[in-house]
């Protein structure tokens, strides 16, 4: 083989070798390019879920299924079909039609729940519930869900107010996923509660009525009243709580009776306490349950005599215990 028909064949090589360089060079190139947009589609999906609070199913779907364009063209609540669905907002939307899925998606800010379907009621006192579909109402051209009947009352006694607080609270509340936040209406109130905004220690208000004794509440059976979370041992009390929360919600804001006649806050324990004349009132001590009963009567009238002063003392603030108290000199020297 001449050396010409060597170099020949090495240019050869050489030009095969390039036009393979240059084909991988361009195939790793697209692949990354969609390697980009498929990752860039799926953060984009992720980011736009996760931007709204929306009460859905474990599938994603919003208003438990139902037909959100029915509620104002049947004006009932009508079962969508998997087969029209639509997502917006990070839920996706089920209808019973084309047609009506096609109304949606011309105008879905017509159509869609507020408040990302919880409900509304709940979210004008700073917080979220589930829905009854059946407790909807359209309001100024609006959609509005409740959880039960007892929010549909709530709501029908203020609506153009209760609208007014739920827009007002409910960026709060979805930033927050929910969780109870202190409403305005609420910082004018003074309650002895934990971080989260429980009081009693999350002991039943009503069992010290019913049972006369201190019973742990579970935090599934709730009720807020005056600007404290109540935890109820069954889902029987905290009904009778919402009922009459005025009848069972615990003296001087859960703080120690025996302190507030010597007009200081002390803490409780919630298994020292009293129903007098049908009212609930906690000790912080055995000690300050003795020196409170020593003269019933009076401590209950001075208490009641304090208690306001506290209140525009340190309501919508945070509470800082007082030191012990002493009673007066005249009286025997004990502490709470």
């Known amino acids: 083989m001449t050396t010409h028909t060597k170099n020949v064949q090495m240019e050869q090589l050489l030009k095969v070798k390039a036009k393979k360089d240059r084909f991988f060079r361009i195939l790793f190139l697209l692949i990354t390019f969609f390697i980009g947009l498929l990752s860039a589609g799926i953060v984009h999906a992720q980011k736009e879920a996760g931007t709204y609070f929306n009460n859905v199913d474990d599938k994603g779907v919003i208003l438990d299924g139902y037909d959100a364009v029915a509620f104002f063209t049947d004006n009932k609540p009508v079962k969508g079909d998997t087969r ?55 309001v100024d051209g609006r959609l509005f869900i409740q959880h039960n009947q007892r929010a549909v009352s709530g709501w029908n006694k203020d609506v153009s107010g209760n609208i007014v607080k739920a827009d007002k609270y409910w960026p709060a509340v ?88 010597l007009n200081k806050l002390r803490p409780i324990n919630p298994e020292i306490f009293d129903v007098i004349d049908g009212k609930l009132i906690l000790q912080h001590s055995q000690d300050a349950y003795t020196q409170f009963h020593k003269d019933t009567g009076n401590n209950i009238i001075k208490a009641n005599n304090n208690w306001p002063g506290q209140v525009k ?8 215990f007082d030191k012990p108290a002493k009673p007066a000199a005249t009286e025997t020297a004990a502490t709470e």
Request: hydrophobic share 35%; with cysteine; aromatic share 18%.
């Open 174 to 261: 979805s930033s927050k996923h929910g969780k109870q936040i202190t409403t305005d209406e609420e910082k004018g109130f003074l309650n002895n509660t934990d971080p989260d905004g429980v009081t009693l220690q999350g002991y039943d208000a009503v069992a010290y009525f019913t049972q006369m004794k201190a019973v742990k509440g579970d935090p599934k059976y709730f009720a807020r009243y005056n600007g404290a979370t109540y935890w109820f041992s069954s889902e029987p009390n905290a009904t009778m709580f919402k009922d009459h929360p005025e009848m069972f919600a615990p003296q001087y804001g859960a703080f120690c009776g025996y302190a507030m006649a």
């Open 84 to 138: 029209y669905q639509f997502s917006y907002e990070g839920a996706i939307y089920c209808f019973a039609s084309q047609e009506h899925l096609d109304l949606f998606k011309a105008n879905p800010d017509k159509y869609k729940p507020q408040f990302g379907a919880w409900c509304a009621y709940a979210v004008s006192l700073g917080r979220i519930a589930p829905i009854d579909v059946n407790t909807f109402s359209i």
């Open 313 to 320: 003392k340190h309501a919508g603030k945070k509470v800082k």
